[in-house]
């Protein structure tokens, strides 16, 4: 049983301050993990992956993650108002033979940010 | 380019008619996926397709839901007859090939069942 845990939050931040968002997942067989941002009635959109452990930097988001300990987060630098938004931690679990499983979300954590 | 599209935006039904949610994926991709949001369950992967062949319908909740996906260019997903339960936003995506390439979602179909 695949399962993705995020807090729901809400989340508050002050503009300019970092933004830290955690998901833990319970199957040690995924390889791939994601960070999609949804805002209220729109649909998801990609901000970053990861494969690795360790940290991967796109413009203020790193990406980290520890598969020792089943955990992935997203960090968000010099938090904006248009930051605020709901974050779903995304896992997918790569089949022998290279096929793909799909996605299991987490349910998300909603971000605001203050100015 | 045109991403996903998804048709109708909305629909409002009312219990116990057959529902038919249609999805375009971009062109060239070759894995579709159907999702279903709820406030309660989050985003649910209900079905999904390689290259036009239904690979996992495990998510899908019951024999109500049916999924095709004909060619390479058009999936449905079809619920008869519909309970005021399977109210929802329902999104269907598409990626290029397999290894956790990016899903690109298309903009849902909000669903109520009165």
């Known amino acids: 049983q695949k399962e993705v845990e995020q807090n729901s939050g809400p989340l508050s931040v002050p503009e300019g301050a970092i933004a830290s968002l955690n998901c833990t997942y319970s199957?040690?067989?995924?390889?791939?993990f994601f960070w999609y941002r949804q805002y209220s009635g729109k649909s998801p959109e990609l901000i970053m992956f990861?494969?690795?452990?360790g940290d991967k930097e796109d413009g203020r988001f790193t990406a980290q993650l520890n598969k020792a300990s089943q955990y992935v987060s997203l960090l968000i630098r010099d938090s904006q108002p248009s930051d605020s938004a709901t974050y779903l931690c995304?896992?997918?679990?790569?089949?022998?033979?290279?096929?793909?499983?799909?996605?299991?979300f987490g349910k998300g954590t909603h971000l605001i940010i203050q100015p | 380019d045109a991403g996903v599209i998804q048709s109708p935006r909305h629909e409002v039904t009312e219990m116990g008619q057959e529902v038919t949610l249609r999805c375009k994926p971009i062109?060239?991709?070759?894995?579709l996926f159907w999702y279903r949001q709820t406030m309660m369950r989050g985003l649910e992967l209900l079905i999904y397709?390689?290259?036009?062949?239904?690979?996992?319908d495990s998510g899908m909740p019951e024999d109500r839901f049916s999924a095709k996906m004909p060619n390479a260019s058009f999936s449905t997903l079809k619920i008869q007859p519909s309970e005021p339960r399977d109210s929802a936003v329902y999104f269907c995506?598409?990626?290029?090939?397999?290894?956790?390439?990016?899903?690109?979602f298309g903009p849902g179909t909000r669903l109520t069942v009165t």
């Open positions: 995506a598409s990626s290029l090939g397999s290894g956790g390439y990016e899903q690109y």
């Open positions: 199957d040690r067989g995924s390889q791939s």
């Open positions: 990861i494969y690795s452990n």
């Open positions: 995304a896992v997918r679990f790569i089949l022998v033979g290279g096929g793909a499983d799909g996605l299991t």
């Open positions: 062109s060239g991709h070759d894995y």
């Open positions: 397709f390689n290259n036009n062949v239904p690979i996992d």
